[in-house]
């Protein structure tokens, strides 16, 4: 079947305790995207890459880093989070040649 | 900067009472609209994306449609299980860019 899938669903953790949460697709697509989404915000995007090895800021990427090694995964690093880090994050993917994006299930991550 | 609102925020309707979702942007030439459907406590889904005005796209009771300025959902005779969020988003023209997605509008379809 093809998805997205994202782990974990669910986590709280604490200030500055180093984070990552895992992106993997299995379309074999080129472009992914990090976004978070908080009420009254809508979704916002974080990070995007377009291959291996390339990725670019999207519209509020203080405080996130991404890395893109292998084509199928996108992880999403959180260096030391912050309260204002509480958030539903989504991570998606889309091939070069199409604009349909595929969403994971989200992760619902509390900063402590 | 790229904006999109969407009206009205929530809607609330009988079923078999059709309506209309409006999406208006601002974009610095626009390369796609996209619909979205997001149910609650999972990722946006695909719905539609709209190139240039005039363009109409439909998919079972809904129907998007685009003009230079709006975008508009139209949703058919809907059911119950229609009930979710429906997202607007805009993608500019020039290569690979960012996203702007709209708040929302939450659709409740009533028995």
């Known amino acids: 079947e093809a998805q997205v899938t994202q782990n974990p669903r669910y986590l709280i953790t604490v200030t500055g305790k180093k984070l990552t949460v895992t992106c993997s697709q299995n379309?074999?697509?080129?472009?992914m995207s990090w976004y978070r989404q908080d009420p009254g915000l809508g979704l916002r995007q974080i990070y995007y890459?377009?291959?291996?090895?390339?990725?670019d800021k999207g519209d509020v990427p203080e405080g996130y880093k991404v890395s893109r090694k292998e084509k199928r995964n996108f992880p999403l690093i959180l260096e030391s989070p912050s309260p204002n880090q509480t958030s539903l994050y989504f991570c998606?993917?889309?091939?070069?040649?199409?604009?349909?994006?595929?969403f994971g299930p989200g992760t619902r991550l509390t900063v402590l | 900067e790229d904006q999109v609102t969407q009206s009205p925020e929530a809607l609330r309707l009988q079923e078999g009472e059709s309506s209309s979702l409006n999406c208006s942007y601002t974009?610095?030439?626009?390369?796609?609209l996209f619909w979205y459907r997001q149910d609650p406590g999972k990722g946006p889904e695909f719905l539609f994306t709209?190139?240039?005005a005039g363009e109409e796209k439909e998919k079972e009771r809904l129907k998007a449609t685009l003009t230079k300025k709006e975008s508009f959902l139209h949703i058919t005779a809907p059911k119950p299980e229609d009930s979710a969020t429906y997202l607007c988003?805009?993608?500019?023209?020039?290569?690979?860019?960012?996203?702007?997605f709209g708040k929302g509008t939450m659709l409740l379809v009533s028995p």
């Open positions: 998606a993917s889309r091939s070069g040649d199409s604009d349909t994006q595929y």
């Open positions: 379309m074999n697509h080129e472009y």
């Open positions: 890459s377009m291959n291996v090895e390339v990725t």
């Open positions: 974009v610095s030439g626009l390369r796609g």
């Open positions: 709209l190139y240039s």
């Open positions: 988003a805009v993608q500019a023209s020039g290569g690979y860019s960012t996203l702007t």
